[in-house]
């Protein structure tokens, strides 16, 4: 009985060291950094690309469309005005990647989203809406450096 008595009590002081919580610390410099609200959070524009209206391109143009469309993706990225980028797998809906914009405005992130040569040769068609996220997204472009064997 004792021998259960000390294995209960193991248990329950397992349960409770692992139920606590660790404390996290407000880094008030970070947050502003980021661009944060109170909650941590910020608006950004969420860009949906679907497949365009330019069926003709040939084999060589939606190359250098492409070619040039990650030459944007990458500078737009260097600039900050682009948090994520990347494409949808195969699927049903004729989606072909997301963007998400550094910006509080659809009409700025539609000037950004023009300056893609794939969608100025309308290989894609950009949807936009405004998008509240956390602000620690503004750190994923520098953390995928670091662990981006190769480059893109």
């Known amino acids: 009985m004792k021998k259960l008595f000390y294995i209960l009590l193991i248990v329950l002081s397992i349960n409770t060291l692992s139920a606590q919580e660790t404390e996290t610390v407000y880094d008030e410099k970070l947050a502003k950094e980021l661009g944060a609200d109170e909650y941590g959070m910020k608006t950004y524009v969420f860009c949906i690309l679907k ?3 330019n069926t003709t391109a040939t084999k ?3 190359s250098k469309y492409f070619e040039g469309h990650m030459a944007n993706i990458n500078r737009l990225a260097k ?3 682009l948090v994520v980028a990347g494409p949808f797998m195969k699927n049903d809906r004729n989606y072909r990647g997301i963007f998400v914009f550094n910006c509080t405005t659809v009409e700025e992130a ?3 989203v023009e300056t893609d040569p794939a969608v100025k040769a309308k290989i894609f068609e950009a949807e936009l809406t405004l998008w509240y996220s956390s602000a620690a ?3 994923v472009s520098r953390i ?3 662990i981006a064997k190769t480059k893109i």
């Open 51 to 53: 497949t365009g209206s």
């Open 60 to 62: 060589e143009e939606r």
């Open 79 to 81: 600039e900050g005005k």
């Open 110 to 112: 539609q000037k950004l």
């Open 137 to 139: 997204l503004m750190e």
């Open 144 to 146: 995928s450096e670091k």
